[in-house]
């Protein structure tokens, strides 16, 4: 065979796949699944988990922390009011019991949602996970015949 058309054969052949998964209005592919299935997950907001540090309930700030060891950051975050503030699901069937910022307590773990930069997020959601585990045994603890250990 002539090796010109041999050349031509493998060129197309390489070329070929790039040309099928590029979509034919020019615009770029889409990316890979796994980033867009965690960004659909959370609304396109990105977020962390922390622990709270401090709470400025005056001016609707937030001390957290998050990481371990080396990797461990302090910041005061602001919760603008508009913000939800809401305790973790806890249990299938549940729905999500929103509460007021003066709820949130130092020791709670939070799962901050935001948008724009880690250093300086929009605080858009918090969502209480260790808190509402508390809340829980607080109200059975005072029931009325609840037992005392």
Same mark, same amino acid.
Do not use: C, W
């Given at each position: 065979?002539?090796?010109?058309?041999? &050349?031509?054969?493998? $060129?197309? *052949? =390489?070329?070929?796949?790039?040309?099928? +998964?590029?979509? !034919?209005d020019g615009t770029a592919a889409p /990316? $890979?699944?796994?980033?867009?299935?965690? @960004?659909?997950?959370?609304?396109?907001?990105?977020?962390? @988990? *922390?622990?709270?540090?401090?709470?400025?309930? *005056?001016?609707?700030?937030?001390?957290? @922390?998050?990481?371990?060891?080396?990797?461990?950051?302090?910041?005061?975050?602001?919760?603008?009011?508009?913000?939800?503030?809401?305790? $973790?699901? !806890?249990?299938k069937g549940k729905? $999500?019991?929103?509460? &007021?910022?003066?709820?949130?307590?130092?020791?709670? +773990?939070?799962?901050?949602?935001?948008?724009?930069?880690?250093?300086?997020?929009?605080?858009? %959601?918090?969502? =209480?996970?260790?808190?509402?585990? %508390?809340?829980?045994? &607080?109200? @059975?603890?005072?029931?009325?015949? /609840?037992?005392?250990?």
């Open positions: 065979m002539n090796k010109g058309f041999i &050349a031509g054969l493998l $060129a197309a *052949a =390489l070329i070929a796949p790039a040309v099928a +998964q590029s979509p !034919s /990316a $890979a699944s796994k980033p867009a299935e965690k @960004k659909a997950k959370t609304h396109g907001l990105s977020h962390y @988990k *922390a622990t709270v540090t401090g709470v400025d309930a *005056a001016n609707h700030k937030l001390k957290v @922390k998050r990481g371990k060891g080396k990797s461990e950051t302090i910041e005061e975050i602001s919760v603008p009011a508009e913000v939800s503030i809401v305790l $973790a699901k !806890s249990g729905k $999500a019991k929103t509460v &007021a910022f003066e709820d949130v307590a130092v020791g709670d +773990q939070v799962f901050v949602y935001y948008l724009g930069d880690i250093h300086s997020p929009k605080v858009k %959601k918090l969502s =209480l996970t260790k808190h509402a585990e %508390k809340a829980d045994k &607080a109200d @059975k603890a005072s029931a009325p015949g /609840a037992k005392s250990n």
